[in-house]
DNA sequence: AGTTGAGCTAACTTTTGGTAAGTACCTACC
DNA sequence: GGTAGGTACTTACCAAAAGTTAGCTCAACT
């Protein structure tokens, strides 16, 4: 079948398929610790910068919404001053936590491997 | 405790950690491609090319460079003309690509689902 | 009155990714 | 026998993306 969008199913090595766009954004740098973190429960948006270290608030934003496009976080805001915004997991955004926290949590447990490999390599170059 | 790699476990929430490095080679968006297509068993260099549709041939030499490093990827020359490299995975990059060729079946089931959000998420703003 | 904090957005800079070409060697074709 | 093509890259260049900095509004706190 082609990458066509027609309703069924994708495939990631088509370069035209749509599953391209969803796969880096699931796979990009801050929604990776996102989608892990947002799977202990809601949180802010400032509590979520506090806790990725390393985010700048144009990424974490930018990364927030493009997550909330692809239906895997909900936004919710309350009106009230200060601004009060809430981020949640939908039942899609567990699913995909779930999928790439265990990989974080897998690359943590492998860590002594990689700086293992890592420094053989270096040492060869 | 603090992100140091003396030989313990990783966090990949802290932003100095070395987890980090290893997390965005591992999900950038030519490695979990190549990860998952290498599971299929061994592959040359231009097989993955053609398989993996719209990887530059910088890329992708650029990507496995890093999946060797890290000791996921492992690369053999064999020293014939015309140039024969072949490309499989480490005991280490079969549990990596296992991971994210998860995320990507699970991402190509649900393409309708991200696609549907999507819209609604467009046609709001 | 000045600082802090919330949740952004816009302007600017740096890094990354993609395109195109070059390299060295051999094979097959016309 | 000159040309095209295949293999596995590397290098130079440029556009796109990521990242940094500053600014914004409104209110509370000092």
New interface residues.
């Given amino acids: 079948m082609t990458a066509i969008?027609d309703?069924?199913?994708?495939?990631?090595?088509?370069?035209?398929c749509?599953?391209?766009v969803?796969?880096?954004h699931?796979?990009?740098?801050w929604a990776?610790?996102v989608l892990?973190?947002l799977l202990d429960g809601t949180m802010r948006f400032s509590e979520l910068r506090r806790?990725?270290?390393?985010v700048s608030e144009k990424m974490l934003a930018q990364t927030l919404q493009a997550l909330?496009?692809?239906?895997l976080v909900l936004r919710e805001v309350r009106p009230v001053i200060p601004p009060h915004v809430d981020y949640s997991l939908t039942e899609?955004g567990v699913?995909?936590g779930e999928?790439?926290r265990?990989?974080?949590r897998?690359?943590?447990?492998?860590?002594?491997?990689?700086?293992?490999?890592?420094g053989?390599?270096?040492s060869r170059s």
Same sequence: chains 1, 2.
């Fill in positions: 969008s309703g069924r199913r994708g495939d990631v090595y088509a370069s035209d749509p599953t391209r969803v796969l880096d699931v796979t990009s740098r990776t610790l892990g973190m806790a990725i270290g390393g909330e496009r692809d239906g899609l699913q995909a999928q790439v265990g990989l974080c897998w690359i943590e447990d492998h860590l002594p491997n990689f700086l293992h490999a890592q053989v390599y270096d």
